[in-house]
């Protein structure tokens, strides 16, 4: 279900309402429905998925679905740096409603694509990881059948579980991969004792480019995504909070205690999003409920920032 109700979550401090030095994102960003969204009218738009499903069937801690209004609460008041030429919107949300996760998927998959096709980057607030998919669906709808997808993913976990019972927040990548022969995929911030034999076996066999947490640098991050990208037509860029250091972000569905400090992250969505070939950037797993003191929240909706920051500027 799609609705896009979600103004009052644009609101925070107002330091001037006509000097625009001044102004916020609360007061910049337009919310709209995405009928409105026509052919180069915004830079980047915003879309929200309200879904835990993927991650109940992962057997996870529910809570992400608060993740996108949270998120956008917690941007609201943060410095809007573009000039006046620069147009940003929020088409609201899609809602996994009950069980009918692939039916939200489709529907995200379609507001992603109307965005892509009017010329908007688009920024994706999950929700559980199964995010991904349908956010992979709208801009494969978007490109074509014929252009070549890299997908960077930022995580912990490969994401390449079998779904031969039912897909969830740990099978889309495989999903993506067994179906689709024009995608391919590079995760970063992999955990070695976080994926079993198994997992790093089927990477091995699905030909999935990867790095270590333990053994990334600037260096090595920038060097492989520039292989990579190489080969693709265009890119789209995940986060799954998990991967970040369990000490700066406790509210996700699993922690990671040795995981990639907030630093770290940062710098790779800056080097993906300012490439000209990336068309979008999805954040998963903020997970409110787990959120206590909302340090995650608070962080999330900086990397976020980072991201819409990076897509404006490689636009």
């Known amino acids: 279900m799609y609705n896009n109700e979600i103004e009052k979550y644009w609101t925070g401090r107002t330091d001037s309402t006509e000097n625009r030095a001044s102004f916020r994102l609360h007061q ?45 609460q917690s941007m609201s008041s ?14 609201g949300n899609v809602q996994c409603q009950g069980t ?3 039916e939200a998927q489709i529907e995200l998959g379609n507001h992603v694509s109307k965005l892509l096709v009017n010329n ?4 994706v607030l999950g929700g559980g990881h199964e995010t991904l998919y349908g956010h992979y669906l709208g801009v494969r709808q978007a490109v074509g059948e014929d252009q070549k997808i890299g997908i960077v993913n930022i995580d912990a976990h490969f994401d390449l579980r079998d779904y031969d019972e039912q897909p969830s927040s740990g099978t889309m990548f495989k999903q993506i991969l067994d179906d689709d022969v024009n995608a391919s995929y590079f995760v970063c911030g992999i955990q070695r004792y ?11 066999d699905l030909g999935v480019t990867y790095l270590y947490e333990d053994e990334m640098t600037v260096e090595t991050v ?8 190489a080969k693709c037509d265009v890119i789209l860029l995940t986060l799954c909070t998990d991967v970040l250091d369990a000490a700066c972000a406790p509210g996700v569905s699993a ?10 992250v940062r710098s790779i969505i800056r080097f993906v999003t300012t490439n000209q070939k990336t068309t979008s950037f999805n954040i998963c797993e903020v997970n409110p409920s787990l959120d206590p003191s909302g340090i995650t929240v608070k962080l999330g909706a900086q990397l976020t920032n980072e991201a819409m920051v990076g897509l404006i500027r490689g636009k």
Request: glycine residues 8%; aromatic residues 8%; negative net charge.
């Open 255 to 264: 922690p990671s205690p040795f995981g990639m400090h907030p630093k770290e």
């Open 194 to 204: 976080g994926n079993t034999v198994e997992l790093f076996e089927r990477a091995g």
């Open 120 to 123: 908007t980057k688009c920024i």
């Open 222 to 229: 920038e060097t492989a995504f520039n292989d990579f990208s």
């Open 100 to 102: 009918a996760l692939e």
């Open 28 to 72: 910049i960003v337009k919310s709209i429905t995405s009928d409105e969204v026509t052919t180069d009218t915004y830079d980047v738009a915003f879309v929200g998925f309200e879904c835990d499903e993927g991650v109940r069937r992962n057997k996870g801690r529910l809570g992400a679905s608060q993740g996108p209004n949270a998120i956008r």
């Open 78 to 91: 943060l410095p809007h740096i573009f000039n006046e030429n620069v147009k940003i919107a929020d088409i």
